[in-house]
C-alpha cells in the first residue's frame, strides 16, 4: 500500500478497480471513500459498464466527500467514438470541515496512484459536475 501525504494509505483494490476499468471496461464507475479510522482510501462502490451518468451521481453520498472516476463515452464532432477517464472530487459544501480538510491533503497523491486520469473536476455541489460540464470538459 503506497502511503499517502495526508498518511492516508491507498487499498491495493483501488488500483486493481481502476486498471480494470481503463483496460478491460469491466467498470463504468468507480467511488473511493477514505477510511478514517484505518487511514486508508479503499474502493466504496463499483458501476457497472451499462450503468448511466445518472446512475453515478446517485451514488455519490449528499453530505459525504468522496473520490470518483467515471468513464465517459461520447461522439466527436466527426462522429468518432471516444471515452475520457474523469476524476472527480466530490466535496460537498454540507460535508464537515475535518473531512474536505482529509480529503484536500489526499487527493494529488491518490490521484498519481491511478495512472490513465485525463481529465479533473472538483465538485461541491451537483451543478459544478453535471452531464453537460462532462461533455464540455471531455472534447
Known amino acids: 500500500m503506497a502511503n499517502a501525504a495526508s498518511g492516508m494509505a491507498v487499498h491495493d483494490d483501488c488500483k486493481l478497480k481502476f486498471l480494470e476499468l481503463k483496460t478491460k471496461r469491466t467498470h463504468r464507475f468507480i467511488v473511493f471513500k477514505i477510511e478514517e479510522k484505518q487511514k486508508q482510501v479503499i474502493v466504496e462502490k463499483l458501476g457497472e459498464p451499462t450503468q448511466s451518468y445518472e446512475d453515478f451521481t446517485a451514488s455519490l453520498p449528499a453530505d459525504e466527500c468522496r473520490y470518483a472516476v ?3 463515452d461520447f461522439l466527436t464532432p466527426e462522429n468518432v467514438q471516444k471515452s475520457r477517464i474523469f ?3 466530490w466535496s460537498p459544501d454540507t460535508s464537515r470541515v475535518r473531512s474536505k480538510m482529509i ?3 489526499s487527493k494529488d497523491r491518490f490521484k ?3 495512472d490513465g486520469i485525463q481529465v479533473e473536476l472538483q465538485a461541491t455541489d451537483p451543478t459544478e459536475m453535471g452531464l453537460d460540464v462532462i ?3 471531455a472534447n
Open 87 to 89: 476524476f472527480i472530487a
Open 70 to 72: 467515471y468513464d465517459f
Open 135 to 137: 461533455r464540455s470538459r
Open 103 to 105: 480529503y484536500a491533503s
Open 112 to 114: 498519481r496512484e491511478l
